[in-house]
Each structure stands twice: as C-alpha cells, then as structure tokens.
C-alpha cells in the first residue's frame, strides 16, 4: 500500500470568502425587494378597507404599474450600459402624436400609422446613440436636446396641422384595426366573465352593464410590461449580449479591448428605450382615443428613479431589470394607494424624492463593497 498521502486542498489566503448576507445584500433587486415589502405592508395596515386591493383597485394600481414598467425596462438596460435617456417622456408625446396624426389628420389606417410612428422612434434613439458614440458627448446632454427637440415638435406639429394640441378620434380611427388590439385591447375577457358570474369578482348592479364584472380583462399595457420585463430579464442574463451591456457599462475600454462592440450595443440600448417609450405611447393613445401634447412629461425622470430603486448603479455596469420592475411596482402602488389611503396625492412627489436620495446613498454604498473603496 502506497504511503503517498494526498494532500488536502488549502485555501488561498488572498481570497476572502463572501459571506452569505453580503452576497445577498450586493443583489441589485434588494433595494426594489424591500420596498416593495415595506409598501405593501403599509397599505394593508392602512388602505385594506379603502377597495385598494379588491378587483377594481388591484386593476388601478396595476396598470399605473405597467406604465412606469414599460418604460423603466428601457431606461434600465440603457443605464446598465452606461448611458441615459431623458428624451424618453417627450417620445411618449411625440410617438402618441405622430400615431393621431397619421390615422386621424391625414386618414392612414391605423396599422400603418404605428408601424411607421415605431420607425421613426427608433430612428430618433438610433441618432441620440450615434451622436453620443461620435462626439463623445454626455448622453445627458444630448437626450435633454432631444427632449426640447421633441416636445417643439409634438406641440407645432397638431397646432399647425388642427389648429389644437389635442387630437381625437383615434379610437374611432382603429375600428377594425388589426393591429390596434395588440396594444389597446384586452385579454381572458371571458374568464373574467366566469369569475363574475360565480361571484369571485364583483359586478355591476344595475344599468346597462348589469350583470358585467366590473374587471373585464387585463389591458394590454399589463401584457406588454410583463413581455418586456420577460425579454429584457432574459435578455440580459441568459445571453452574450447581456454580458456586452454589461461591459460596455462597466468599463467600455476594457470591454472593447476583449473584442465587445461597445458602440453597437450602446446604439440597440438607446433605440430599444425609444421601442419601449413608442410601446408605453401606443397603450396610451389606443387607451384614451386621442393623443395630447404635454403626454409623458416627467416620465424620463420617473423611469430613471425606478431603475435606481430596483439597484442599478448610475455609472453604469450593474443593474437588473427584475429590480427595475419593482421600483415601478412601488411607484405605481405608492401613487394609487396614497388616494386609497385619504393621503394628499401630491406627496407623491415627496415620496420620490425621498425615495430617489435613499436609494442613491444604498447604491453608493454597495458600489463601495464591490469596489471594495472607502
């Protein structure tokens, strides 16, 4: 028998084991996951017996929710990659405008007026990713011309054309549309109408709807939030591009050096958050029947603040859209259960803030444990 011992694996005292809190405390979804804990908490303490969270007021909050998701998807990839878009609230407008005008000034049908309405978006994301990458200049900097750019545009535009910065009649305008139910209709209409008939959901009483559940299905904007959130989840970390915006976030340089088209990815990230604000403008616009001028304001800033609760670092490199979609979870919970709760619904604002400065300080102090700075 061979007196050959073998040796017991050491460890390498230069490498310091992570202890199992730490790693779960740099998860970028932390942030969105204990706020949304904390907030829900809140409202069935307080908000329970206000209709918050029977079938109507789950469909309220929900749909608040979806928008904030759609657009925090895009922002969340974009900022991951390194960059930010502020032009995104004024796309909302402008894309909703352009469909209204299509279809209702000049009578395309409504088909062609998305699909074209959705070229141009992404032509618009594709310049602001080229001038970036050609000029070097902040992405801030050139999203905000964009922004100013736009919302001349959505306010000139209806005013020269109708005499108006509203223009309506887009609802009639889709009537037999194919492709207008994509994003303006419903789905499971006829479960729905099971569950009322068997009291699971409440109904209406009397009138001309007597009888109908008083929700008849879940919106599209609902289905294409959890669409999207799916395929950017997927997206970024099942994939080899995922790991590219990654790196083009992280450290473009080194990225570039190992072979990453940094400029290519940075260019998809900015024409995929103009996609995901032309999706959230066409709900909008198929949900309303008209398209308004001042649509989608302050929306660029909301999106970024989603993004930063659910853990995505401002300079870029870490993120998670799972995270995204609960800081817009928050948002949309916060927004409506402040009028449930009897609250004054202008501290809403307050709450952003607040909730914006708390997860800046948590992020920064994550990055310093990545990082390992002081």
Same mark, same amino acid.
């Given at each position: 028998?061979?007196?050959?011992?073998?040796?017991?694996?050491?460890?390498?005292? $230069?490498?310091?084991?992570?202890?199992?809190? $730490?790693?779960?405390?740099?998860?970028?979804?932390?942030?969105?996951?204990?706020?949304?804990?904390?907030?829900?908490?809140?409202?069935?303490?307080?908000?329970?017996?206000?209709?918050?969270?029977?079938?109507?007021?789950?469909?309220?909050?929900?749909?608040?929710?979806?928008?904030?998701?759609?657009?925090?998807?895009?922002?969340?990839?974009?900022?991951?990659?390194?960059?930010?878009?502020?032009?995104?609230?004024?796309?909302?407008?402008?894309?909703?405008?352009?469909?209204?005008?299509?279809?209702?000034?000049?009578?395309?049908?409504?088909?062609?007026?998305?699909?074209?309405?959705?070229?141009?978006?992404?032509?618009?994301?594709?310049?602001?990713?080229?001038?970036?990458?050609?000029?070097?200049?902040?992405?801030?900097?050139?999203?905000?011309?964009?922004?100013?750019?736009?919302?001349?545009?959505?306010?000139?535009?209806?005013?020269?054309?109708?005499?108006?910065?509203?223009?309506?009649?887009?609802?009639?305008?889709?009537?037999?549309?194919?492709? %207008?139910?994509?994003?303006?209709?419903?789905?499971?209409?006829?479960?729905?109408?099971?569950?009322?008939?068997?009291?699971?959901?409440?109904?209406?009483?009397?009138?001309?709807?007597?009888?109908?559940?008083?929700?008849?299905?879940?919106?599209?904007?609902?289905?294409?939030?959890?669409?999207?959130?799916?395929?950017?989840?997927?997206?970024?970390?099942?994939?080899?591009?995922?790991?590219?915006?990654? %790196?083009?976030?992280?450290?473009?340089?080194?990225?570039?050096?190992?072979?990453?088209?940094?400029?290519?990815?940075?260019?998809?990230?900015?024409?995929?958050?103009?996609?995901?604000?032309?999706?959230?403008?066409?709900?909008?616009?198929?949900?309303?029947?008209?398209?308004?001028?001042?649509?989608?304001?302050?929306?660029?800033?909301?999106?970024?603040?989603?993004?930063?609760?659910?853990?995505?670092?401002?300079?870029?490199?870490?993120?998670?859209?799972?995270?995204?979609?609960?800081?817009?979870?928050?948002?949309?919970?916060?927004?409506?259960?402040?009028?449930?709760?009897?609250?004054?619904?202008?501290?809403?604002?307050?709450?952003?803030?607040?909730?914006?400065?708390?997860?800046?300080?948590?992020?920064?102090?994550? $990055?310093?444990?990545?990082?390992?700075?002081?």
């Amino acid at each position: 028998m061979s007196e050959t011992a073998q040796t017991p694996p050491t460890s390498d005292e $230069r490498i310091k084991e992570m202890s199992g809190f $730490r790693k779960a405390l740099i998860r970028p979804e932390l942030g969105g996951i204990c706020g949304t804990v904390l907030v829900f908490t809140f409202f069935l303490l307080f908000a329970f017996d206000s209709g918050m969270f029977n079938s109507q007021g789950v469909l309220n909050w929900s749909v608040v929710s979806a928008q904030f998701m759609i657009i925090a998807v895009g922002a969340c990839l974009l900022m991951i990659a390194g960059e930010f878009d502020l032009s995104v609230g004024s796309m909302i407008g402008f894309a909703g405008m352009m469909i209204a005008i299509f279809s209702v000034t000049y009578g395309w049908p409504v088909w062609l007026a998305i699909t074209v309405t959705f070229l141009m978006c992404l032509v618009v994301g594709a310049i602001n990713g080229y001038i970036v990458i050609r000029t070097g200049l902040p992405s801030f900097i050139v999203t905000l011309a964009s922004l100013f750019i736009l919302r001349g545009f959505t306010i000139y535009l209806p005013q020269t054309l109708e005499n108006k910065t509203i223009i309506g009649g887009v609802r009639d305008a889709a009537e037999g549309d194919w492709l %207008a139910p994509i994003f303006g209709g419903k789905i499971l209409t006829g479960f729905f109408q099971w569950m009322g008939d068997n009291g699971l959901i409440g109904t209406f009483e009397r009138g001309t709807r007597a009888g109908e559940p008083v929700v008849d299905g879940i919106p599209m904007l609902i289905v294409w939030a959890i669409i999207l959130i799916i395929a950017g989840h997927v997206l970024l970390t099942k994939t080899r591009f995922g790991n590219w915006i990654f %790196a083009a976030g992280g450290d473009p340089q080194a990225a570039r050096y190992v072979g990453v088209p940094v400029n290519r990815v940075k260019i998809l990230m900015f024409m995929f958050t103009a996609f995901c604000a032309c999706v959230f403008a066409t709900c909008q616009v198929m949900e309303f029947g008209s398209a308004g001028a001042d649509r989608g304001l302050l929306k660029e800033f909301e999106a970024i603040i989603a993004v930063v609760i659910g853990g995505a670092l401002l300079t870029g490199g870490y993120g998670s859209v799972i995270g995204a979609a609960l800081g817009a979870l928050i948002f949309g919970v916060v927004q409506q259960g402040l009028f449930f709760a009897g609250v004054e619904s202008s501290l809403f604002r307050v709450f952003l803030g607040v909730i914006l400065l708390f997860a800046v300080i948590l992020n920064t102090y994550i $990055r310093r444990m990545i990082t390992g700075e002081r």
